[in-house]
């Protein structure tokens, strides 16, 4: 019998299931804002400035019974879907002593800001309590690596345990299920039927723009239902080739849109190289936790390629490449101009018979982890062939500027609330409160409503037609539907942006239903 269908049968008879009864996380660390908290603001500061079991608070004083630990990241797509499942839960299972604590550990840089997190909890209506693990602390402690991710915890013969722990955005009724099984034998509850809910697999694909230009479902290390981040070096059993002198050295892969435009140089400047293939090896990850364990590359390099120069010294990626070549007068600008506007495309194939293609076209800016447009002419051009037959759904993840009318006091504000992770001072707890009202210890601060501009994205599609999309806040927005065209659903569209108005992150690609935006 597997260990699934044990926790059936056991949530079936009503008993506590103990999966495990490791050393909980109970204290609260380097998690200083706050929303929604399940007690009043004094007995809050105290439990996290003098890092008291929190725990004790909710079992002991009040009342609770069970405690769902999650952790998400609010544009984080797995992540959207198991909102409903926990106001759902939360709703039906707060009177019978359910208490939810949730960890939000950002994903993107712009998830970082509590303005963001508050206004996302305002739309969605979020009543239980969300604090911001900005630092990981909680992250780490809970040993996490999955979005999203819950725990069920239990105080059995005077001990704090794991009763249940889920992972990925499916499979919620059997978690359900679970919370009744505990609080029938802690409170009044009387168990019901638990329909079966979230269960259904999408096709999907999440495309990553920037300097990362990654896409989940396209390599290994990102499931179909929650995107790991490997904090271990990961064993590699072929050998690595390691930096000669005598020629440049470089480390990427075939579908790197930035590995290929570096070797498209090199060889219109007919130079001398190597270039290894990472993924003919064990993958990136692996060869890179190998380059680290063998003191060639530093811990913080996290992109590809990776580059060293003739005499073996580690350079650094593609800007730092172009950069010493063009130091050494190896090229010209105008070679590394013309060969980034001879490919601005990528190719993908996600879950085996499905690809998308996307394409940059005008002048663009790149990050790390998105892109942004320089002038009115920008586009991105995306073109997507699913066989399968069922609509599909567009979203993208993008974060839009600041108001210019209320910059200077908006960044006063946010650098008020921003000092604790910032400059890692730890004696001061931020609460956020309805009303746009922000209460510390020294008082309140309110701020307006009103903090990002109004940007648009013109969205066209194949038939020519055109729509207009607001962006009001940074995060996950719909963009489009394809309908069924049978056997196969494909599609081309282009999305339009004024200059210098917004970043864009991901591009998600869905059959899942336009449920939540």
């Known amino acids: ?87 759902k839960l939360y709703c039906q299972y707060k009177q019978y002593g359910l208490e939810i604590l949730a960890y939000h550990r950002p994903e993107f840089e712009f998830e970082r800001n509590p303005i963001n997190i508050y206004q996302w909890i305002e739309r969605e209506s979020i009543d239980y ?25 239990v105080k059995e013969d005077g001990k704090y345990k794991i009763a249940y722990q889920h992972f990925g955005d499916r499979g919620h009724s059997e978690m359900e299920r679970m919370v009744q099984t505990i609080l029938c ?14 269960h259904e697999d999408y096709h999907d694909v999440e495309i990553f723009l920037g300097k990362h230009h990654q896409a989940k479902n396209e390599k290994t290390g990102c499931g179909e239902s929650a995107c790991s981040v490997h904090k271990e070096p990961l064993y590699i059993d072929e050998p690595v080739p390691v930096p000669t002198s005598g020629k440049i050295f470089i480390y990427g892969t075939n579908w790197c849109f930035f590995c290929r435009q570096t070797k498209a140089i090199l060889d219109k400047e007919e130079m001398d190289y190597t270039f290894i293939n990472m993924d003919k090896l064990t993958g990136p990850s692996s060869v890179r936790n190998f380059l680290i364990k063998k003191k060639l590359l530093p811990h913080e390099h996290e992109t590809i390629p990776i580059v060293f120069d003739e005499e073996g010294n580690f350079l650094g990626g ?4 172009v950069q010493f070549l063009l130091e050494r007068g190896d090229t010209t600008p105008s070679v590394v101009n013309s ?20 394409r940059l076209e005008g002048l663009w800016s790149t990050s790390d982890e998105n892109i942004y447009p320089l002038d009115d ?34 960044l006063e504000i946010y650098d008020t609330l921003n000092v604790n992770y910032v400059n890692y001072i730890t004696d001061q707890v931020v609460l956020f409160k309805n009303d746009w009202i922000v209460e510390t210890k020294e008082g309140e601060l309110d701020f307006p409503q009103q903090v990002f501009r109004d940007t648009q994205i013109t969205v066209q599609l194949e038939n020519g037609s055109e729509h207009v999309v607001d962006i009001p806040y940074p995060g996950r927005h719909f963009i489009t539907c394809f309908e069924n065209k049978g056997e196969q659903s494909s599609g081309e569209f282009v999305l339009r942006f004024q200059a210098e108005s917004i970043k864009l992150y991901t591009i998600y690609i869905t059959t899942e239903p336009n449920s939540t935006q």
């Open 1 to 87: 019998m597997s260990f699934l269908d044990q926790l059936k049968k056991k949530a079936t008879k009503l008993e506590t299931v103990v999966v495990e009864e490791k050393q909980l996380a109970s204290h609260i660390e380097n998690t200083y804002f706050w929303y929604n908290t399940p007690v009043d603001y004094a007995t809050w500061e105290k439990i996290i400035s003098n890092s008291q079991n929190v725990f004790d608070e909710l079992f002991e004083s009040c009342g609770t019974k069970l405690v769902l630990v999650d952790f998400f990241a609010y544009s984080c797509t797995n992540c959207i879907r198991t909102i409903p499942v926990l106001k």
């Open 129 to 153: 309590p969300v604090g911001l693990d900005n630092e990981d602390a909680m992250w780490n402690n809970w040993n996490v690596e999955f979005w999203p991710q819950h725990f069920l915890i």
């Open 185 to 198: 034998k802690t409170s009044n509850l009387e168990r019901a039927t638990v329909d079966q809910y979230n």
């Open 318 to 321: 593609y800007s730092e490449l």
């Open 339 to 358: 060969i980034k506007q001879q490919e601005t495309g990528k190719f993908i194939r996600y879950q085996k018979e499905h690809s998308a293609t996307i």
């Open 377 to 410: 002419d920008c586009t991105l051009v995306v073109s997507f062939n699913m066989k399968i037959d069922s609509d599909v759904y567009v979203y993208v993840v993008v974060e839009n500027i600041v108001e210019e009318s209320i910059e200077e006091q908006y």
